[in-house]
């Protein structure tokens, strides 16, 4: 998932100002220079996206959900499954296209931002089922 | 019938249910507001383009005033047919809001629902008398418009007190006085800070939000001034202005008068010099508390307090002062904050928190103001320092924790350092440690889960307990009326009952609700009491003339002790007397072991299938620590080192014992005992209250038990007096029992427990119990 957007959105975006260049000054050379460019770009996120991919985790512990995430910003997220006010699992039209699913966790505090992405829709729903049950087995007040 | 009617409706009379429509002024009021929002509508349009008015002839002018008519005559109507079909019924059965003319919406909401009461006035109401009334139950508010102001003074009240679970009777609060026109505090209502405006308004001029747009906009026409190009800049600055003018709306206008006060139902504060709001506080839903300083107070040593209030952070979008605001003290000094703050958390001791400050390799990442960042916490509280131009600290109960997260940049890992954020729900309150040790910070965010888990486990205990107590005194007024006595006449209360004076010879003793077979026990004691009436060991001991229930609540009336009570005695004495008399307690003590037990060898005697009889003193003892310790056990794995430690030690050691049983009163303590006068001075002439302690056991334990739990009477020499009086006891009893008094001070220590659900100061007397015999033995 990360991989194709990391794959088309660079290119887009250094196309525009390359025809533009191109268009208007002629000089195409410039243009191929800001394809290379991008392409430089893209090879650099490539490397980078396997890392990234791989820095996502999670595990269920006995009473809270780890996730962690991020390569040069790090962040370990502890969320008590008795905190849980709701578990969401999204798929947007390009996450449906490679059967991919998000599962989001929120609580009362909007700054939780506790969100697992390129899960698979089998295991996106079990986390779902799962983390459900323990909330309720944990539900306490606010 | 159609207006609010100043004298309540006969029951009687009235067999249908009445339902009332909001005070006639209303369509009145809301037209006026809707003329002033166009008013300032039109004039935003008009005033800063300038430009239009040459489009506008005199014609333009009169379309312009006939639109505004027609618009005013519209709202005029459509304010009408609101008022018209709003009717509400508040009373002892239901709170219902009906409106809508034509789609009619019927709101029903259960008082227990209902989490805060508002009385908002804006200023066209507030000229006419009318006051708004705004429920907030649950994710939505409901806005009552409007009633006459003493009327929503005296329905916020009620609602206020049906809110909390207790009986009230809409018409016994009729008689309450109107509150004033400015404060708007209840008669029962308790000013805790007043903020005058000359401190508000100083404040708010050196306050940082304040003399920053200010410095800029100054900056901004001095620099335009000069190079002569004002007009250009006048796009940035119409909305910087905008900005200032609103500040000044919120920060001045919307705080001024701003009063915090103490109502039987929590914290309220009222504020406003245009539109007076008055709003409920309740501590339960606080989720945090902010204490922040500018920069510029701190030579006057003031602060702001905000807090985190539960479902009030959803209105944030809508700029609106009158709104519900988590502002508690817009401007205060230390005493006042503290003040504010101990109601705010009420029980928790902030100064006693040790803070650390972030490493000094901090300050190549944060060089505006690493020295002001600081964290720490304890068994019940987090608290997070930051900033310098404005300095916050953020206090959160761990209760209140939603989530925890560890953040760490790319430098930051160069420095091995990381962030903390710990989550509490939408407001103000953000407590982030910033950059502290990797390490530090991995074990304050996994040990801050464990802490949230063990408080909130903690608060739901103490929930129960209080839902437990309103239950007790149910049907206590219609007992305490037939004794002919008031309520005013209490002797005294425990955790089992509480005890009313009848007469001189008798009191009436009314079990709690929650207590365990109270019918039970009583009858146990009373057979007891009855066995012990013909021995005569120089005490006077109790004795239940009567058991008795009416309307569910179990009572006994007993024999009233002569003398008055020890515990309420000591306080006052002085050392002389009160050594004097702790020797005559210490006497007493030791007869009560001359006692007559019902059944020989080691057992229970009062209980659940009492008397239970056991072979040696160490078994009776660990059953009798099986049932605290169940519930505390948790607890005590988090709070005493070695816990497991400590009971095999005790129970090793009181397998060692070998003593003759003698009756064990088991709670020897001067709440328990009385005093009277005696020829030589005050003498302790009694002993009450046998109970579930009560066993046919090591009569140590109960010499043991005087001293050590005189630790636990609230007077200021009480330990020294304890250790005085085991001065005494092993005087007397040879110094081999100065071992065995440790061993039951571990013994009662994990006897009482239980009690950290219920009472701190009884569980860190346990506490300190099972500490100190770490090293003795």
């Given at each position: 998932m990360q991989i194709l957007t990391t794959l088309i959105v660079p290119p887009i975006i250094f196309t525009i100002p390359a025809v533009i260049v191109g268009v208007v000054s002629g000089k195409w050379w410039i243009s191929g220079l800001i394809w290379a460019v991008a392409l430089v770009i893209v090879i650099i996120r490539l490397t980078f996206v396997t890392r990234s991919w791989r820095s996502w985790g999670y595990v269920e512990r006995e009473d809270d959900l780890y996730i962690t995430h991020g390569v040069m910003f790090r962040s370990l997220i502890a969320v008590p499954y008795?905190?849980?006010q709701l578990v969401e699992v999204e798929s947007g039209p390009l996450e449906r296209a490679f059967a991919l699913a998000t599962v989001t966790l929120k609580t009362a505090s909007p700054e939780t931002g506790a969100r697992i992405p390129g899960l698979t829709p089998e295991e996106a729903t079990r986390l779902r089922d799962r983390l459900t049950e323990l909330g309720e087995a944990h539900a306490s007040g606010l | 019938m159609i207006t609010a009617s100043p004298n309540p409706p006969d029951p009687t009379a009235t067999p249908i249910k009445q339902t009332e429509r909001p005070h006639p002024l209303t369509p009145l009021v809301r037209g006026w507001l809707i003329l002033v929002a166009i008013a300032i509508g039109w004039g935003r349009e008009i005033v800063p383009g300038g430009a239009g008015e040459n489009q506008f002839g005199a014609g333009g002018l009169t379309w312009l005033l006939l639109v505004l008519a027609v618009v005013v005559l519209l709202a005029a109507i459509a304010g009408f047919i609101t008022w018209y079909f709003t009717r509400f019924v508040i009373d002892d059965e239901e709170l219902r809001i009906e409106s809508g003319a034509i789609f009619k919406k019927s709101t029903k909401i259960p008082f227990e629902r209902v989490q805060s009461v508002d009385i908002v006035q804006p200023l066209a109401a507030r000229i006419v008398g009318l006051a708004e009334l705004r429920l907030d139950a649950g994710n939505s508010t409901t806005k009552l418009r409007y009633l006459s102001r003493g009327k929503a003074s005296r329905l916020r009240d009620y609602l206020l007190t049906r809110a909390h679970g207790q009986q009230a009777s809409?018409?016994?609060?009729?008689?309450q006085a109107a509150a004033s026109v400015f404060t708007d505090l209840g008669v029962a209502d308790r000013s805790l800070v007043r903020v005058l405006p000359q401190r508000l308004i100083v404040s708010f001029l050196l306050s940082t939000e304040w003399l920053v747009p200010a410095a800029i906009t100054i900056i901004i026409l001095v620099v335009t001034a000069a190079l002569a190009a004002m007009p250009y800049a006048l796009g940035g600055l119409i909305p910087l202005l905008i900005g200032m003018l609103t500040l000044v709306w919120r920060r001045v206008i919307g705080m001024f008068n701003f009063t915090l006060a103490e109502s039987p139902r929590g914290l309220r504060v009222t504020r406003g010099l245009t539109n007076l709001t008055s709003q409920s506080v309740p501590i339960d839903r606080i989720q945090g508390v902010k204490t922040s300083q500018p920069l510029l107070w701190k030579p006057l040593g003031w602060y702001r307090v905000d807090v985190d209030i539960l479902g009030y952070g959803h209105d944030d979008s809508d700029n609106n002062e009158s709104n519900a605001s988590s502002v508690l003290l817009p401007v205060a000094d230390l005493a006042e904050v503290e003040l504010a703050v101990g109601r705010a958390l009420p029980g928790f001791d902030l100064d006693a928190i040790e803070l650390h400050p972030a490493p000094r390799r901090a300050r190549w990442l944060r060089w505006f103001d690493f020295w002001t960042l600081r964290y720490g916490w304890d068994d019940r509280t987090l608290i997070t320092e930051h900033g310098w131009l404005t300095h916050s600290r953020d206090v959160i109960p761990h209760a209140k924790t939603q989530s925890v997260r560890i953040e760490q940049g790319p430098v930051q890992r160069r420095l091995r350092l990381a962030d903390v954020h710990v989550h509490t729900p939408r407001g103000p309150v953000n407590a982030v440690a910033h950059q502290l040790d990797e390490r530090a910070a991995r074990e304050l965010a996994l040990s801050q889960l464990d802490r949230a888990r063990a408080a909130r486990a903690a608060e739901r205990q103490q929930r129960r307990v209080d839902v437990a107590r309103t239950d007790d005194h149910r049907g206590e007024a219609e007992l305490l009326a037939a004794f002919g006595i008031g309520r005013d006449q209490p002797l005294g209360s425990g955790g089992e009952s509480e005890v009313f004076a009848i007469d001189h010879d008798r009191v009436l003793r009314l079990y709690r609700?929650?207590?365990?077979a109270p019918r039970q026990t009583a009858a146990q004691l009373q057979a007891l009491y009855q066995s012990w009436s013909d021995s005569d060991i120089g005490l006077e001991l109790p004795l239940i003339i009567e058991l008795g229930e009416l309307n569910g609540r179990f009572f006994t009336v007993d024999r009233r002790f002569s003398g008055r009570n020890f515990s309420g005695w000591l306080q006052h004495g002085d050392m002389t007397q009160r050594r004097a008399a702790l020797i005559t307690f210490l006497d007493a003590t030791e007869r009560l072991q001359h006692l007559r037990s019902p059944v020989p060898g080691f057992a229970r005697l009062v209980g659940d299938g009492a008397p239970q009889q056991f072979g040696t003193l160490v078994e009776l003892l660990s059953n009798m620590l099986t049932g605290p310790t169940q519930s505390s056990r948790d607890q005590l794995e988090r709070d005493v080192p070695h816990v497991a430690e400590v009971w095999n030690q005790l129970h090793a050691a009181l397998a060692q014992r070998s003593v003759a049983p003698a009756v064990v009163h088991g709670d020897v303590c001067p709440p328990n005992a009385y005093l009277s006068q005696g020829p030589e001075g005050p003498v302790v002439t009694g002993i009450a209250d046998f109970s579930p302690h009560t066993v046919h056991a090591d009569p140590l334990m109960d010499v043991a038990g005087a001293l050590i739990f005189?630790?636990?009477?609230?007077?200021?020499?009480a330990a020294a007096d304890a250790a005085w009086l085991e001065a005494v006891a092993v005087e007397r009893h040879g110094p081999e029992i100065v071992g065995w008094i440790d061993v039951y001070r571990r013994f009662y220590g994990f006897y009482f427990s239980n009690a950290y659900a219920f009472d701190r100061t009884l569980y860190a007397w346990c506490l300190r119990q099972l500490g100190r015999s770490g090293g003795s033995q």
């Open positions: 008795g905190r849980m | 809409i018409r016994d609060l009729d008689q609700d929650r207590h365990e005189l630790e636990l009477e609230p007077y200021a020499d």
